[in-house]
Nanobody
Framework: QVQLVESGGGLVQAGGSPRLSCAAS????????TAWYRQAPGKQRELVAG???????NYADSVKGRFTISRDNAKNTMYLQMNSLKPEDTAVYYC??????????WGKGTLVTVSS
């Protein structure tokens, strides 16, 4: 069973650069395209950044140039390096698979609050 656990969130000042981590079970990252998603208060969950098994990445326009997704297969961990944070980046951040393979059961996520 695939398990994904997010960590690394917290209260950050605007302009800050936290890094989120997603610990995955087994070979999840090696054999699946995965992604970071976020859900801001009162808004729908949206895809922030994705990475395929071959390492290709894609980003939401709102974070392009500021966020970087990466993974370490040896550590079974995916990362989201967040730079130049803005108050509108405040959200609960989740990791999950991509596309048709998104797990129906989402983890608890990690809350990132950006203060201005």
């Amino acid at each position: 069973q695939v398990q994904l656990v997010e960590s690394g969130g917290g209260l950050v000042q605007a302009g800050g650069s936290p890094r989120l981590s997603c610990a995955a079970s087994g070979n999840t990252l090696r054999i699946n395209s995965t992604a970071w998603y976020r859900q801001a208060p009162g808004k729908q969950r949206e895809l922030v950044a994705g990475i395929t098994t071959s390492g290709s990445t894609n980003y939401a326009d709102s974070v392009k140039g500021r966020f970087t997704i990466s993974r370490d297969n040896a550590k079974n961990t995916m990362y989201l390096q967040m730079n130049s944070l803005k108050p509108e980046d405040t959200a609960v951040y989740y990791c999950n698979l991509q596309g048709n393979y998104v797990l129906k059961s989402w983890g608890k996520g990690t809350l990132v609050t950006v203060s201005s």
